[in-house]
């Protein structure tokens, strides 16, 4: 049974890359080889590139928000503040929510008719201006926003949860040496929490690299092609534009860095071992 | 009350004069109520505008409380609302998703109890190398692996049917879950596995009386996971469902995305809070047990 789940992932990314070097349009035709000739027309293709450079745009933006807000609540919560529990429900429930939920709600929040901007005017503020899904240039920032609102309470959860593993004698240390609060949780527990912090990377970057039901509830991927994603970008291609070969040629880009990220992964662990055994001896 | 004693040291010790003391005390519950509303402030939007009528709506006060309390773009959002072709509302999908939720979420957990059990227990030849790429295929983006599986299912003849995204759902749940499984299997003491096995207890026999009643916690967490996992995917059920079979949530984007007529929010909005009412009950209910299924499907390697 594991055998047969397995061989399905390996056999379909095989399929995969070989019709990337294939010259099929609706179906897969394996007898017109083209060679490179699809990751060419990939790297000239606007809509790809444009894509590629949202997905660093939103990556680099959305983790490091999310990293940042995050420890930071995760910290402010670990104070021993009242009705934590409370605060915790509201932080992490969007994340129960689908995707397609949080990039609808947005949309709406961001209207720029009726939305937060038209309300702000409404109190008084006449010069307020909050409308970043109608221009191309600031599209991407709504979707950052909509993406730290689902995913920072996790991050906060995941932090938190490894701030109580710290040892509690740590923290009694650090007081009695005079070290102010801030400075303990930033130079003595957050190198501690490096665990925390890499699981919550990871689960951050998996879902950047797979984002969908964001860019299609947000945005459509406009106004224009501003908001378009690789992973939209594949789907579109063997979907609607019917064209796999393109669409798998860029599905093969979008694996390359979790195998690099796995490759580094895999370094790291046998550096460690490298190190361990040479201690040993 | 000694916890509270501990605690009035701690902060005295955290700065030089007690007044700053409660200075950063105001500072941290400033901060994490501003957060709070920032999470809470979307999901009190969604509520608000599903309960005003379209002309108050158009006033533009998204954050205002309804000056007259309607209950009709409910009603019209899960039985009426229009996707193009039909008007029925959300309700069809929501009946769509329960029939592919449950089903998938029990055949999903058995498939991973019974490979998490194989690869902790009976470390067969190849186990490692299993477990190696199932941790590949938690990572694998989903896009890779769809073609293939469209081509696949167009062959067996399951293409745009229900067993179809069932088995989908399986398929893509499984490398998480066995990883879930397995991990909490390794947890267990062996000499429990080696007592059943002197005692000439098989393969299923120490799965269904000794593994499986232990694996409760682990399961319900399992189903936590699975079931709003599966309730809030987009994209299997827009591509392998097929039209009969739509799940809410793309039903639900089929409604916003509607552009003929007027366009109603109200509507809208109720059928977002519809679509989303399950998993948040889940969320709800469970609690901390949520929190769990976060930090131990977090844990991948």
């Known amino acids: ?281 | 009350m000694t916890a509270v004693v501990a605690q009035d040291e701690f902060f005295a010790a955290a700065g030089p004069r007690p007044r700053r003391v409660s200075a950063a005390r105001i500072g941290v519950y400033c901060f994490l109520i501003g957060a709070a509303l920032f999470f809470a402030l979307p999901l009190y939007v969604m509520v608000v505008t599903s309960l005003k009528d379209l002309g108050e709506i158009r006033l533009g006060n998204i954050f205002n409380w309804p000056a007259e309390l309607t209950f009709e773009p409910w009603i019209a959002a899960w039985s009426s609302a229009c996707t193009g072709r039909t008007c029925e509302g959300i309700r069809p999908g929501f009946f769509n998703s329960i029939k592919i939720t449950v089903p998938s979420v029990i055949l999903s957990i058995i498939i991973a109890a019974i490979n998490g059990y194989a690869l902790s227990f009976w470390r067969f030849r190849g186990a490692n190398f299993f477990f190696g790429l199932l941790i590949f295929g938690a990572f694998v983006p989903y896009q890779v692996v769809i073609y293939p599986l469209i081509i696949f299912m167009r062959e067996v003849g399951l293409f745009a049917t229900l067993p179809g995204i069932i088995i989908v759902h399986t398929i893509f749940g499984m490398p998480i879950l066995t990883l879930l499984y397995r991990n909490y299997f390794s947890s267990l003491p062996e000499e429990l596995f080696k007592a059943a096995r002197v005692d000439g207890a098989g393969f299923w026999a120490i799965f269904f009386r000794v593994v499986m009643p232990m694996a409760v916690p682990i399961s319900i967490v399992a189903v936590i996971l699975q079931v709003t996992g599966i309730w809030n995917d987009f994209l299997f059920g827009l591509v392998f469902a097929g039209r009969d079979n739509m799940p809410m949530t793309v039903q639900l984007n089929n409604i916003v995305a509607t552009t003929t007529g007027t366009r109603a929010y109200n509507v809208n909005m109720s059928a977002t809070i519809l679509t989303a009412a399950v998993p948040l009950a889940v969320y709800f209910i469970s609690g901390r047990w949520f929190v769990r299924g976060i930090a131990a499907g977090a844990v991948k390697g």
């Open chain 1, 1 to 281: 049974m594991i055998a047969v789940g397995v061989g399905l992932y390996v056999v379909g990314i095989g399929y995969s890359v070989a019709l990337s070097f294939t010259n099929s349009k609706l179906l897969p035709k394996f007898d017109t080889f083209v060679g490179l000739a699809n990751y060419d027309r990939l790297w000239s293709t606007g809509r790809w590139l444009i894509s590629v450079e949202n997905i660093w745009l939103f990556g680099l933006l959305s983790i490091a928000l999310n990293m940042l807000l995050g420890f930071l609540l995760a910290a402010f919560m670990d104070r021993r503040v009242r009705y934590e529990d409370t605060f915790r429900t509201i932080l992490l429930y969007p994340y129960a929510m689908s995707l397609i939920v949080t990039g609808l709600v947005w949309q709406w929040m961001m209207d720029p008719g009726l939305g937060i901007q038209s309300a702000m005017q409404n109190w008084g503020f006449a010069g307020f201006s909050f409308a970043p899904l109608t221009n191309p240039d600031t599209a991407i920032f709504g979707v950052v926003i909509a993406g730290v609102w689902q995913g920072t309470g996790v991050t906060m959860a995941i932090l938190l949860a490894g701030l109580r593993g710290i040892d509690e004698d740590i923290w009694k240390a650090a007081r009695v040496d005079g070290i102010p609060t801030w400075r303990t949780y930033v130079f003595i527990a957050l190198p501690m929490l490096r665990g925390a912090l890499a699981t919550a990377f990871v689960l951050q970057a998996v879902s950047v690299v797979r984002v969908y039901d964001l860019i299609v509830g947000l945005t459509g991927g406009g106004p224009g092609i501003a908001t378009e994603m690789p992973a939209k970008f594949v789907i579109d291609h063997i979907t609607n534009r019917v064209n796999v070969s393109l669409g798998m040629a860029a599905a093969t880009m979008m694996l390359l860095p979790i195998i690099l990220l796995i490759g580094i992964n895999l370094f790291i662990d046998w550096r460690r071992k490298a190190v361990a055994m040479r201690a040993a001896t």
